[in-house]
């Protein structure tokens, strides 16, 4: 099946700073991308849709100053979550989608921790 | 508005028993897609089956199966002779389809958690 690689897989970092995580799919021609947050013992939750060369459609609730995402190539696309405090300590997780790939295939994740 | 319903928060039997884990969806479109994936304790989602909402057969795949019934908006997973190593959660995920044909973002339930003891 399509892989698509995650990272980092754990940060942490300072509150009040800023994270970048990326998701590559390696194998195919991702079209769209989407992320993912689960807290602990949840569901996962859909935050977000990227489309190559277009700008994100964010779910409702989710912040989009504070969540950015950048998807400028078909293989990759970047969250930035942006003065990260600690209630954004989550499991940010992609997939990438597409035509030729309708599995969702999912990212390793990262678990984000802010301190 | 999507929804995805699973009820049993956790599922706890010996190993080798075989086991059930329900879902129930709801939806308006008329194509979609219903997937179960794995979570381990590790985090990365395992995919374990994708099905086309217009076909309804059953699929066996080892000791895994699945009962996609649309008359009741239910697609049930089954374990036989369950082994230690299914212990993990399991998530039922509904997606629409966009013009691509690819899957949509998808809307997940609570998961269940399997646990299965030696």
């Known amino acids: 099946g399509a892989v698509v690689s995650q990272h980092p897989s754990w940060v942490i970092c300072k509150s009040g700073t800023s994270v970048k995580i990326e998701c590559r799919s390696l194998?195919?021609?991702?079209?769209?991308m989407f992320w993912y947050r689960q807290f602990p013992k949840q569901s996962l939750m859909l935050m977000a849709t990227s489309n190559e060369g277009s700008k994100a459609t964010y779910e409702q609730g989710v912040e989009k100053d504070k969540f950015l995402i950048n998807h400028a190539s078909l293989t990759l696309s970047t969250l930035t979550v942006t003065s990260a405090h600690p209630e954004d300590s989550s499991f940010y997780i992609c997939?990438?989608?597409?035509?030729?790939?309708?599995?969702?295939?999912f990212g390793q994740g990262t678990r984000l921790t802010v301190v | 508005a999507q929804k995805v319903t699973q009820a049993q928060t956790e599922i706890s039997v010996v190993e080798k028993e075989d086991v059930t884990l329900d879902c129930v969806y709801e939806?308006?479109?008329?194509?979609?897609?219903l997937f179960w994936y794995k979570q381990p304790p590790s985090g990365e989602l395992v995919f374990l089956i994708r099905?086309?909402?217009?076909?309804?057969q059953n699929e066996i795949s080892g000791r895994y199966s699945w009962n996609f019934q649309k008359s009741t908006s239910s697609f049930n997973f089954t374990i036989t002779a369950s082994q230690v190593v299914d212990s993990a959660v399991y998530f039922c995920?509904?997606?629409?389809?966009?013009?691509?044909?690819?899957?949509?973002?998808?809307?997940f339930g609570k998961g269940t958690h399997l646990i299965i003891q030696p």
């Open positions: 939806t308006r479109d008329t194509t979609y897609y």
């Open positions: 099905r086309n909402s217009f076909d309804e």
């Open positions: 995920a509904l997606s629409g389809l966009y013009s691509g044909g690819g899957a949509d973002g998808l809307t």
């Open positions: 997939s990438a989608g597409g035509t030729n790939a309708p599995e969702a295939f």
């Open positions: 194998d195919f021609q991702a079209t769209t």
